[in-house]
């Protein structure tokens, strides 16, 4: 039986890159993006050294309809960058949906609330605290959870009698590296509300 991934959020591809070689074999995905721009450049096959996949791109708000997708099909769920943006009932909702269907969940890159600025400065505490804050702010899926994402989905998936395994998956943004690392910290400061 081929893999059925159910990718929430998932814009121009990366966890299908990282995770299709690891599952192996052959994979129907099912990749959903409120962006239909980020879409239209999803390729409908990919394929590699012991891995074929067949893609199926919907266009789609989850905050509004979560609840639309065929949840009973899936055998995994995944996301990236996406949990810290929810409020606590999606959250539930989703939980809900993947119980259900007996599926896996796989999600990184969720705010932890954890930042290290390197080298340091007087008002990098301010800009952690300026940042939780906008990450708390309502992301259109209600009161977004922000660094309380990860604990939220742990005892919600614990209660349900899932098995939690959880690791780092820190962004490393090296300015002095490239230009875009440098554009992407600037941007990440210049977004917080002052």
Not at 122 to 141: E, I, W
Not at 148 to 160: D, F, I, M, T, Y
Not at 181 to 194: E, F, M, N, R, V
């Amino acid at each position: 039986t081929p893999w059925r991934v159910i990718d929430l959020g998932c814009g121009t591809g990366a966890n299908q890159r990282w995770l299709a070689p690891r599952l192996g074999g052959p994979q129907q995905w099912l990749v959903v993006d409120h962006d239909a721009a980020l879409l239209h450049g999803w390729p409908s096959s990919a394929s590699g050294p012991g891995f074929e996949v067949a893609s199926v791109c919907r266009q789609l708000d989850l905050a509004r309809h979560l609840d639309t997708l065929p949840w009973h099909a899936a055998h995994l769920v995944t996301a990236s960058a996406l949990l810290d943006l929810v409020s606590t009932d999606w959250l539930q909702r989703l939980v809900s949906h993947a119980v259900a269907a007996r599926a896996a969940m796989l999600f990184t890159l969720n705010v932890d609330g954890h930042h290290e600025w390197d080298p340091a400065d007087p008002l990098d505490s301010t800009v952690d605290r300026l940042f939780a804050q906008h990450q708390r702010r309502d992301k259109g899926f209600g009161p977004a959870l922000g660094a309380a994402a990860v604990p939220a989905l742990r005892r919600a998936l614990q209660g349900s009698g899932y098995r939690v395994f959880s690791a780092a998956s820190d962004w490393r943004i090296h300015s002095l590296e490239s230009a875009h690392a440098g554009a992407l910290q600037h941007a990440l400061i210049d977004a917080q509300p002052g």
